[in-house]
């Protein structure tokens, strides 16, 4: 029964009281369905933000497949978290310019970084600290990559942290907006990791990975363009990255 009719069957009562009492109820619906409105709302915001409503420590690590394990990497929202460390790793191998082109299986390509995420590897207790690099593809040079992809590549050092590591003075420069010329490997099955008895799938967490932090990127920063001068002889007073695509186009070309 309706709430109206109810009123009518216990007597003669005012058609003014029915209608006043009929509105009272529809503000009264209406002043829940807004309640309901403002906490979806809420809900909804909170989802877009990030802000997690479960258990902040699994959603910030990152899947791994069955090829890797007594691994785990998660995200370093905060770097001061991690210790201040200079690290050391074997000398760089003496290639050629030639070599730089050919000795790696590398994809080439030019491009914007969108986003870098800083990431502590855990292998069975021993931490080391790197940085994951999202870079949305302009132009390939080499690769299977396509324009408009947007790639990740693992780096070498985490990125603006208390943390130093030998030997990855160009890619430490790597900005979020940054354009530049990328040289990273390509990560296939065979792209393992093994530390303190624990193996990292590296494909499983980045498509690409840098062979050293020096002489695989040309970036253009507001100091000006930043690449391993002294490994690219040939170009080594380039001031633009379209001085370094020719180059780069040249050397195809010619180790092709």
């Not at 593809?137 to 990740?152: I, L, P, W």
């Not at 390509?186 to 980045?206: M, P």
């Not at 062979?211 to 490994?231: C, M, N, P, S």
């Amino acid at each position: 029964m309706k709430q109206e009719e109810f009123f009518e069957v216990i007597g003669d009562i005012d058609a003014q009281y029915v209608k006043e009492a009929r509105g009272a109820i529809q503000k009264n619906n209406r002043k829940n369905s807004r309640h309901w409105a403002v906490l979806a709302a809420c809900f909804v915001l909170l989802l877009a933000l990030g802000i997690p409503l479960l258990n902040s420590h699994s959603s910030a690590q990152l899947p791994l497949s069955d090829a890797s394990h007594g691994v785990v990497v998660s995200y370093m929202d905060n770097m001061d978290k991690a210790p201040q460390v200079s690290v050391s790793y074997s000398l760089l191998i003496a290639l050629s310019e030639e070599e730089l082109f050919t000795y790696f299986d590398t994809a080439i390509f030019m491009g914007t970084i969108l986003q870098i995420d800083n990431i502590e590897l855990d292998f069975n207790g021993a931490k080391d600290y790197r940085a994951i690099a999202q870079i949305q593809v302009e132009k390939v040079y080499r690769g299977d990559c396509a324009v408009e992809d947007t790639v990740s590549v693992l780096l070498p050092c985490p990125i603006d942290a208390n943390i130093w590591v030998e030997d990855t003075e160009t890619v430490a420069n790597m900005r979020v907006g940054m354009r530049g010329i990328f040289m990273p490997m390509v990560y296939d099955d065979s792209s393992i990791r093994e530390q303190n008895g624990a193996t990292l799938a590296l494909r499983d967490i980045a498509d690409y990975g840098f062979a050293d932090g020096i002489r695989y990127a040309f970036l253009e920063t507001e100091e000006g363009l930043v690449f391993a001068r002294g490994a690219y002889a040939s170009i080594s007073d380039a001031t633009t990255l379209e001085q370094v695509e020719e180059y780069v186009c040249s050397m195809l070309n010619s180790t092709q």
